[in-house]
T-cell receptor, first 114, second 116 residues
Framework: KQEVTQIPAALSVPEGENLVLNCSFT??????LQWFRQDPGKGLTSLLL?????REQTSGRLNASLDKSSGRSTLYIAASQPGDSATYLC?????????????FGEGTQLTVNP | DGGITQSPKYLFRKEGQNVTLSCEQN?????MYWYRQDPGQGLRLIYY???????QKGDIAEGYSVSREKKESFPLTVTSAQKNPTAFYLC???????????????FGPGTRLTVL
């Protein structure tokens, strides 16, 4: 059974700092990996999707990498801003034959202090 | 506006009652999903549907039921058999199996259910 782990569980940084969030998964047979952002009491917003054949994806100040063989992904946030404060969730889509389900990590709660 | 809507935003249930959470999407997506989120935890899959009139149990289906009579609608019923239903419920949709590698899920705003 696929398990997804995110480290750290919480992170507090001063504004302007570059930071890295980590995600690991136990089964490398995946179709893709996604990073989501969740604001308190809200739904999830997709940030980046990396297909299994890709190594990284970039969107603005965000860069996500994928090392499928080692079961790891990182989300790099450059020049962090207070508006980046949220919970960041990693999810993998398994390559099962019966439906494509997402398995989520527990998230990293990020606080960027002005 | 295209997207996913969930209603109500807040729902209170008395012990022994069944309640139904609404999820509607106008994205023309084939696949829809229901997740449960508890404080400090990730999302857990309750049920999912890849096509109209078909659905499968997720990891925590006990005490829940769904229907998929229309492509755009996927209501979730929380029955009295669900012993600890207080949680945040999220609905999502995606294009479906044909685009599996690039298929991203789009989420609704959620419904917070509280048992009184």
């Amino acid at each position: 059974k696929q398990e997804v782990t995110q480290i750290p569980a919480a992170l507090s940084v001063p504004e302007g700092e570059n930071l890295v969030l980590n995600c690991s998964f136990t089964d490398s047979a995946i179709y893709n990996l996604q990073w989501f952002r969740q604001d308190p009491g809200k739904g999830l917003t997709s940030l980046l999707l990396i297909q299994s054949s890709q190594r990284e994806q970039t969107s603005g100040r965000l860069n996500a990498s994928l090392d499928k063989s080692s079961g790891r992904s990182t989300l790099y946030i450059a020049a962090s801003q207070p508006g980046d404060s949220a919970t960041y969730l990693c999810a993998v889509r398994g390559a099962e034959t019966s439906g494509s389900r997402l398995t989520f990590g527990e998230g990293t709660q990020l606080t960027v202090n002005p | 506006d295209g997207g996913i809507t969930q209603s109500p935003k807040y729902l209170f249930r008395k012990e022994g009652q069944n309640v139904t959470l609404s999820c509607e999407q106008n994205l023309n997506h084939d696949a829809m999903y229901w997740y449960r989120q508890d404080p400090g935890q990730g999302l857990r899959l309750i049920y999912y549907s890849q096509i109209v009139n078909d659905f499968q149990k997720g990891d925590i289906a006990e005490g829940y039921s769904v229907s998929r009579e229309k492509k755009e609608s996927f209501p979730l019923t929380v029955t009295s058999a669900q012993k600890n239903p207080t949680a945040f419920y999220l609905c999502a949709s995606s294009i479906g199996l044909g685009e599996r590698r690039r298929d991203t899920q789009y989420f609704g705003p959620g419904t917070r259910l509280t048992v009184l």
